[in-house]
């Protein structure tokens, strides 16, 4: 099964993708997680992105899309593949269908976690205090937010249409969150 989760910063993607990745034996593809590594190996890519990163700015597709081609067509991650902040933008959304097109791959099932300003603010907020990431600081959340707000539109628009598309209350409690999505999945 490969899945999208998708949504604001701190709705909760990344604590729900590490529960599929494990409850389907599956292999989670976070874009913040790859674009970090390359911020902490120091790679040309990591120095060309650190200033938009910490400022709350997306990164190019062209970069993202770059990171995530090998990982896709690899064999042994096909159709365990779960989404964990990408697609961003329409143009992220139509080149994962082609590229999994070429691998004879579908998507399966997308998981919109909705949530309010307010909850994001106070989430992230939280985690600041035991991530510490520096694009968790409070005027650069408010950036990251109205950044996805404004490209969130064009990429729901292209999804909501699906009939594997759903839409969560992601305010709800972490465990909430999990059983609304174990209900979607059927192993
Ligand atoms: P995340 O860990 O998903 O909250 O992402 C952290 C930051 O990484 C975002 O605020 C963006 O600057 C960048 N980023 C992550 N995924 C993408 C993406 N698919 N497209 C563009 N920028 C991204």
Redesign the pocket.
């Known amino acids: 099964m490969n899945i999208i989760i998708f949504g604001p ?2 709705a909760g ?2 604590t729900q993708s590490k529960y599929l990745v494990k409850k389907l034996n599956a292999f989670q593809i ?7 590594e390359e911020i902490s190996n120091n790679s040309d890519i990591g120095k060309s ?1 650190i200033n ?2 910490n400022d ?6 062209e ?2 899309n770059k990171l995530i081609k090998n990982i896709i067509s690899d064999p042994k991650k096909k159709n365990k593949l779960i989404f ?6 329409l143009s ?1 959304a139509k080149n994962l269908n082609l590229l999994l097109e070429k691998s004879n791959q579908k998507i399966d099932l997308i998981l919109f976690l909705n949530v309010d300003k307010e909850t994001i603010i106070k989430r992230i907020e939280k985690r600041k205090l035991i991530e510490n ?1 520096s ?1 968790d600081e409070k005027s650069t959340i408010l950036k ?1 937010y109205d ?1 996805f707000m404004k490209t969130t539109q064009p990429v729901l628009n292209f999804y909501s249409e699906n009939p594997n598309f759903k839409e969560i209350d992601g305010s709800m409690e972490i465990d909430e969150i999990t059983r609304k999505i174990d209900t979607f999945i059927n192993v």
């Open positions: 910063p701190g993607k990344g976070s874009t913040g997680d790859l674009l970090r992105i938009d990163m709350g700015k997306f990164v190019s597709d970069i993202v964990d902040g990408y697609p961003r933008s992220q990431r694009d990251r950044t």
